[in-house]
């Protein structure tokens, strides 16, 4: 996979445990603090559009990015907001490449990632990874599998993050040029920001139904 990922492999197994809670502790305190401070909130600090890429691009994303670039393109040129976002982003990509390190080296899911769908989705990744990152990342399709694909399939940590760059940054100036244009108001921003959370986790509301119900089967 590249020499990080074999400086990597040979740490302990308690420094990487350590290493990934230190991420996620990073990354969940980043969200409580900007979703209990109203002032964070309605900041027009680009400081906040770039820490803000963190919990918005970490693992499976809780809260959405885009709103808040639209929110920054009505104070700052598509360009600026872009040139701010793209650092960010990259940085928790490369956090996001580590934290599934973690998580598929893991020996309790060891037979998961051997079952036959997970290995023909990796040889059809495998096909054109490069192009697959760049459609995916540039389009509205949700992103979160790539992140697993990447280590899956042991596509270096460079190329990953080239495609990320070349990607994420023209959607970036995309949303902000908008933001710019149209000027939304606030109130359709949290109305969009709200509804993109709903969608995001929609899949995962279906998941927990479909549990209860078994469950509830079970009972009776």
Known sequence: MGPESNQESKYPSWIKTFLFALQLSFVLGLLIVWVTSKSLQESKSLWILFFYSFPSEFLIATVP?????????????PLTVALVAIPSTALTEMLNYSAFKYITDLKILTQLWKKRAVQ?????FNKAPFLTLWVVGFTPIPFYPMR??????KYPMTRYIAA?????????????YVGYKIQISDFLLIALFFILIVIANISIMKALRTKKGKGTNHDN
């Open 120 to 124: 023909k989705t990796v040889q059809f």
């Open 148 to 153: 697993f694909l990447v280590v899956l399939a």
């Open 164 to 176: 990320i760059f070349l990607s994420r940054f023209p959607r970036f100036v995309i949303f902000a």
């Open 65 to 77: 990015h885009e709103p808040v670039l639209l929110y920054f393109g009505k104070f700052y040129h």
